[in-house]
Nanobody, 119 residues
Framework: QVQLVESGGGLVQAGGSLRLSCAASGSILSINTMSWFRQAPGKQRELVADIRSGGTTSYADSVKGRFTVSSDNAKNALYLQMNNLKPEDTAVYYC?????????????WGQGTQVTVSS
């Protein structure tokens, strides 16, 4: 069984910063890609940023230059540094990981962490 646990969300004023963390635990042989998604009220869940096992990163256009995704492979951890936050960044942020264990490779989701940016 695999678990993803996010932390670091909260309330911040526009222009401020937050750092999200995601820790993966359980039966893990390797992690292929780890990603951050977000879902705002009334909107579809969208990909914010991801990082592949080799370190390649990609970002949604709306966060390029403001957000930085990173990982610590030794800790099976994922991070999202969010700077210059805007009210439109308000959403529940979810961690996703494509993980290989002894039986299968599958996608796993965390429970989400709320980020609220006030104007």
């Amino acid at each position: 069984q695999v678990q993803l646990v996010e932390s670091g969300g909260g309330l911040v004023q526009a222009g401020g910063s937050l750092r999200l963390s995601c820790a993966a635990s359980g039966s893990i042989l390797s992690i292929n890609t780890m990603s951050w998604f977000r879902q705002a009220p009334g909107k579809q869940r969208e990909l914010v940023a991801d990082i592949r096992s080799g370190g390649t990163t990609s970002y949604a256009d709306s966060v390029k230059g403001r957000f930085t995704v990173s990982s610590d492979n030794a800790k099976n951890a994922l991070y999202l540094q969010m700077n210059n936050l805007k009210p439109e960044d308000t959403a529940v942020y979810y961690c996703n990981a494509n993980i290989r264990n002894r039986i299968v490779t599958d996608n796993y989701w965390g429970q989400g962490t709320q980020v609220t940016v006030s104007s």
